[in-house]
Nanobody, 124 residues
Framework: QVQLVESGGGSVQDGGSLRLSCVASGRTDRRYAMGWFRQSPGKEREFVAAIGWSGASTRIGDVAKGRFTVSRDTGKNTIFLHMSNLKPEDTAMYYC?????????????????WGPGVQVTVSS
């Protein structure tokens, strides 16, 4: 059984940067893509970014294009979300997830395991 733990959240000012991390522990021998989603109060969970099992392919959501990047340390079963030029509308709970397959996906239903989430707050 794989477990996910996110870290790196916090509070920053408008225009600031943060790096989120997600470590997958347990039975991680399967080649899976991983992704980041976010959800703020009253809104649906939305896609942020995803990365394939090898780290060679990525998919970036519209909310993140030009500001966020995703990377992966396959040796440590860890993915990162590098966020820059943060805006107040980026305030949300950010969730890491494991996909059913090896290719990065922006579809919520392609993910079958979720971390507990980490809060990101951006103030103006």
């Amino acid at each position: 059984q794989v477990q996910l733990v996110e870290s790196g959240g916090g509070s920053v000012q408008d225009g600031g940067s943060l790096r989120l991390s997600c470590v997958a522990s347990g039975r991680t021998d399967r080649r899976y893509a991983m992704g980041w989603f976010r959800q703020s109060p009253g809104k649906e969970r939305e896609f942020v970014a995803a990365i394939g099992w090898s780290g060679a392919s990525t998919r970036i959501g519209d909310v993140a294009k030009g500001r966020f990047t995703v990377s992966r340390d396959t040796g440590k079963n860890t993915i990162f979300l590098h966020m820059s030029n943060l805006k107040p509308e980026d305030t949300a709970m950010y969730y890491c997830a494991v996909a059913c397959g090896g290719s990065p996906s922006d579809d919520f239903f392609d993910y079958n395991l979720w971390g507990p989430g980490v809060q990101v707050t951006v103030s103006s």
